[in-house]
């Protein structure tokens, strides 16, 4: 299951060939030649809440935040000229504003096409409304406007 949606770069001594491996479930198959789909960020909520989005939060601790979406996708160089396991290739970096969402990691997958980020924001940062953006391992980006309020005490 660790290379579903894992978009994977495959090297031969002649050839790379950028593939995606939709649900191959742990078998590499390559299920065809296709473009990187477009992220897509839904919603920026409080991570301590699982059944809803919770799009606001006070600014006197440090902030458990989520990421939800479709299509956050992680490249992986994977060479068949050898028994290497896959690697991923860069890292998601998200910003609420111009803060930087630390510890940022991805959750394990409920469906195909719901996707979750996980990280956290420091205590007193500034009220006020706030762009949500993430850059993803593959150079795309996305941003997601006025996806969440910061509150004063």
């Given amino acids: 299951m660790w290379l579903s949606n894992a978009f994977i ?5 002649t050839l790379v060939l950028p593939i995606i491996i939709p649900a191959c479930l ?3 198959v390559a299920c ?4 990187i789909p477009e992220p897509v960020l ?3 909520c409080l991570s301590d809440d699982k059944t809803n989005c919770i799009k606001h939060a006070k600014n006197d601790a440090e902030i458990k935040i989520e990421l939800r979406g479709k299509n956050f996708f992680i490249p992986y160089e994977l060479s068949l000229d050898d028994r290497d396991v896959p690697s991923p290739i860069g890292e998601f ?3 609420l504003g111009t803060q930087p969402i630390l510890n940022l990691s991805q959750e394990p997958m409920h469906t195909q096409s719901q996707h979750t980020l996980t990280g956290r924001l420091p ?5 006020g409304l706030y762009d949500t953006k993430l850059s993803l391992p ?9 996806a969440f309020r910061i509150v004063g005490p």
């Fill in 9 to 13: 770069t495959l090297t031969t001594r």
């Fill in 26 to 28: 742990g078998v590499l």
């Fill in 32 to 35: 065809g030649l296709e473009e």
């Fill in 42 to 44: 839904e919603e920026t």
């Fill in 93 to 95: 970096k998200a910003w």
């Fill in 123 to 127: 205590a007193l940062l500034p009220s």
């Fill in 138 to 146: 593959s150079g795309q980006e996305v941003v997601l406007k006025e």
